[in-house]
């Protein structure tokens, strides 16, 4: 028989829940998982299972509307995003 951690089973029933809520509104994700995931583990360690969860979630979406997508009208935000993220986390680290 295999032996679960009750914290990996509670992780997996709050992703599990964040799953359906997301697939039932089109979102509430990352509402329903960082909101429930802290409460059982380290914030550190929900935030990384939250992210690896969040590239998956995400790309599924841009997979289903990538018929839609018009990548080239993303390039300037993108660009933004690259450079202003890194500044952004920069400011706030050393915000005291």
């Known amino acids: 028989m295999i032996e679960i951690d009750l914290i990996t089973a509670y ?3 709050i992703v599990l829940l964040a ?3 997301h697939s039932i509104a089109g979102f509430g994700f990352a509402q329903v998982a960082m909101g429930l995931l802290p409460l059982i583990r380290d914030a550190q360690h929900a935030s990384v299972i939250f992210n690896l969860l969040a590239i ?3 790309g599924r979406v841009l997979w289903s509307v990538k ?3 018009d990548l080239k009208s993303w390039g300037l935000p993108v660009i933004g995003l690259i450079f ?3 500044v952004g986390i920069y400011f706030f680290q050393n915000l005291k």
């Open 67 to 69: 018929d839609s997508f």
């Open 11 to 13: 992780t997996s029933i």
């Open 19 to 21: 799953a359906i809520v």
């Open 84 to 86: 202003g993220m890194p």
């Open 56 to 58: 998956v979630t995400n």
